[in-house]
């Protein structure tokens, strides 16, 4: 059984930094596109970021570039997304997915196989 689980969300003041982490298991992770999408409330659903299976490329939403950065570790099956200078805007239920995922569909939501539970992440201004 597959379980993508979350971690690190919070609540912080605007320009902070949080660092979410997603726990994979029950799948080869070595071979799985690993993305970031967040949600805030009565919104769609948004993509934050992503990596490729071997950490060879990464991508981002454009509201984040430059701000997020996305990692993994395919040894510990899990992958990161470091979030600096973080705004009210930003606050969102963030959530991890992973997929084989081509770069035509590392940002699309619907090429991702398995979701995480999601975090909170919540920015006060």
């Known amino acids: 059984q597959v379980q993508l689980v979350e971690s690190g969300g919070g609540l912080v003041q605007t320009g902070g930094s949080l660092r979410l982490s997603c726990a994979a298991s029950g799948l080869d992770f070595r071979n799985y596109g690993m993305g970031w999408f967040r949600q805030a409330p009565g919104k769609e659903r948004d993509f934050v970021a992503a990596?490729?299976?071997?950490?060879?490329?990464?991508y981002y939403g454009d509201s984040v570039k430059g701000r997020f950065t996305v990692s993994r570790d395919n040894a510990k099956n899990t992958v990161y997304l470091q979030m600096n200078s973080l705004t009210p805007e930003d606050t969102a239920v963030y959530y991890c997915a992973a997929g084989r995922v081509i770069t035509s569909t590392i940002r699309d939501g619907r090429a991702y196989n398995y979701w995480g539970q999601g975090t909170q992440v919540t920015v006060s201004s």
């Open positions: 990596i490729r299976w071997n950490a060879g490329s990464s």
